[in-house]
């Protein structure tokens, strides 16, 4: 299947599972889910695993084991192609639109050190210019930060601002704009995955070592 982009039954999908998250309303669109949305998905990842490799397409159930929000039903769906441990690149679609971006969504406490480690030395310039290249190209640069300073480093440290970092992402978002109707999409997100590649890779190396 070729990527078309997703009709606006997806977003349509999601707009009413956000209001209904219940098992009834799932079964009852089961198969728009899997028409406007899976299907879409798996067609947008397959056209950009030549260049990146192959993407996960994560299931639409929640895991509500440990959670007061029992709604059975992720009210998005997304890809996410790995590099390193939780870190990749990625691609969602919900009732927002779409957006698409890549770095790392967690860090045990041995890979968020050595993070840390870099950010405060001299390859910590490096990545600062690296951002300041992706910010260039319209990424938007995201996480969960830390409200007080990292254990061990002083708060007017020159780059206490990523010290405070516990993910890291790089994001840009799409929103409801015609072209994510059109395959012209997979041009945009390879677009944004080129652009936060140098980060990828300044991560990956870094955090793996």
């Keep these: 299947m070729a990527f078309g982009g997703f009709p606006e039954a997806a977003l349509t999908f999601y707009d009413r599972l956000e209001l209904e998250n219940t098992r009834e309303f799932w079964t009852s669109a089961k198969g728009t889910y899997e028409d406007a949305v899976r299907a879409p998905m798996q067609a947008l990842a397959d056209d950009l695993a030549a260049e990146f490799g192959a993407a996960k397409i ?46 790392f969504y967690r860090a045990s406490p041995e890979r968020l050190a050595a993070f840390r480690s870099a950010v405060a030395g001299p390859a910590g310039d490096v990545l600062e210019g690296l951002l300041r290249t992706a910010a260039a190209s319209g990424l938007e640069l995201g996480g969960d930060t830390l409200k007080t300073t990292p254990r061990g480093y002083e708060r007017d440290h020159p780059r206490i601002g990523l010290l405070r970092h516990k993910t890291l992402t790089l994001r840009r978002d799409h929103g409801f704009a015609p072209v994510i109707h059109t395959g012209e999409l997979v041009d945009l997100v390879r677009t944004d995955w080129r652009a936060a590649r140098p980060v990828v890779e300044w991560l990956d190396a870094t955090m793996s070592s």
């Design 58 to 103: 994560f299931r639409p159930h929640r895991d509500v084991r440990f959670r007061a929000d029992k709604s059975p039903y992720k009210t998005h769906q997304g890809a996410f192609v790995r590099v390193g441990e939780a870190l990749g690149y990625y691609v969602q679609v919900s009732s927002s639109g779409v957006e698409a971006g890549a770095g």
